[in-house]
């Protein structure tokens, strides 16, 4: 099994930065895809972004020149930096891992953090 533990949300004022952090522990052999989404009251859970063990990275189009993910595969580590928040931004944000190869058993399984809430509020 495999456990993800979300840091870093909390409460910002447009315009401001927030750091998310994701670690990933258990039986863990490689972890293909490492993502955030974000899920408003109300709405459907959407991605924000995701990166691969390669570093190839994918952001949705309302983030892109705003928010910067990053990975320490050593460390099975995914970072969100958000830069110029906006009230828009205001959800409960995500870890997943995407395609994770476990040491004691076959298959590829995906896993989900428990969210961690963010507030851009002045």
């Known amino acids: 099994q495999v456990q993800l533990v979300e840091s870093g949300g909390g409460l910002v004022q447009p315009g401001g930065s927030l750091r998310l952090s994701c670690a990933a522990s258990g039986s863990i052999r490689s972890i293909d895809t490492m993502g955030w989404y974000r899920q408003a009251s109300g709405q459907q859970r959407e991605l924000v972004a995701d990166?691969?063990?390669?570093?190839?990275?994918n952001y949705a189009d309302s983030v892109k020149g705003r928010f910067t993910i990053s990975r320490d595969n050593a460390k099975n580590t995914v970072y969100l930096q958000m830069n110029s928040l906006e009230p828009e931004d205001t959800a409960v944000y995500y870890c997943?891992?995407?395609?994770?190869?476990?040491?004691?058993?076959?298959?590829?399984?995906?896993?989900w953090g428990q969210g961690t809430q963010v507030t851009v509020s002045s």
């Open positions: 997943n891992a995407r395609n994770v190869r476990e040491l004691w058993r076959g298959g590829l399984y995906h896993y």
């Open positions: 990166i691969t063990s390669g570093g190839s990275t």
